[in-house]
């Protein structure tokens, strides 16, 4: 069974940092993109990163790049996202989410997500 | 980057309706489309790929249409375990995006 557990979220001050991660197993991890998707409290889905089964090739959503930082370890199934610069509108519910092998695409797994509130 | 649009924002229906979300694009995308559903403190489910393919484990009910800049889904008859809000995405580009929602409630 494919499982992904996000950890990492918390209260953060304007400005601050936090590094979020995503557990996985039940899958070859290293055979599939893997992303993060957002959502504000009661708003709509947000992508903001992806990356390839082998790290190379990352994509953001313009309004983190700078900011924030995907990254990937395929010999501990582990995904990441370093987040800086916090601003208000980044308060979400983060999620882990498996794309498709080899290429980039729809979602097929979801994590539980992890909360990120920045506030003063 | 490329806008998805749902309409309507809401759809009020009832346990046996016929029910249909339309998602459009603000270019082609040549039917890298997906649709999920989303329940109330639960991560989406994914229903359809590729505009029209039906995840494996999705009930027959659920079904997806369209090309180009134009898409729907269709669920055949309303059950009591549908009431939940709808998301389109496209995948074209890395950029992916997803429409605003359609909140399926109880008429």
């Known amino acids: 069974e494919v499982q992904l557990a996000e950890s990492g979220g918390g209260l953060v001050h304007p400005g601050g940092s936090l590094r979020l991660s995503c557990a996985a197993s039940?899958?070859?991890?290293?055979?599939?993109?893997m992303s993060w998707v957002r959502q504000t409290p009661g708003k709509g889905l947000e992508w903001v990163a992806s990356i390839g089964e082998e790290g190379g090739e990352k994509y953001y959503v313009e309004s983190v790049k700078g900011r924030f930082t995907i990254s990937r370890d395929n010999t501990k199934n582990s995904l990441s996202l370093q987040v800086r610069s916090l601003r208000a509108e980044d308060t979400a519910m983060y999620y882990c989410a498996r794309g498709p092998p080899k290429n980039y695409g729809p979602f097929d797994s979801w994590g539980l997500g992890t909360l990120v509130i920045v506030s003063s | 980057d490329i806008q998805m649009t749902q309409s309507p924002s809401t759809l009020s229906a009832s346990v046996g309706d016929r029910v249909t979300i339309t998602c459009r694009a603000s270019q082609s995308i040549n039917n890298w489309l997906a649709w999920y559903q989303q329940k109330p403190g639960k991560a989406p489910n994914l229903l359809i790929y590729k505009a029209s393919n039906l995840e494996s484990g999705v009930p027959s009910r659920f079904s997806g249409s369209g090309s180009g800049t134009e898409f729907t889904l269709t669920i055949s008859s309303l059950q009591p375990d549908d009431f939940a809000t709808y998301y389109c995405?496209?995948?074209?580009?890395?950029?992916?995006?997803f429409g605003q929602g359609t909140k399926v409630e109880v008429k």
């Open positions: 039940g899958f070859t991890f290293s055979f599939y993109w």
């Open positions: 995405q496209h995948y074209d580009t890395p950029s992916q995006t």
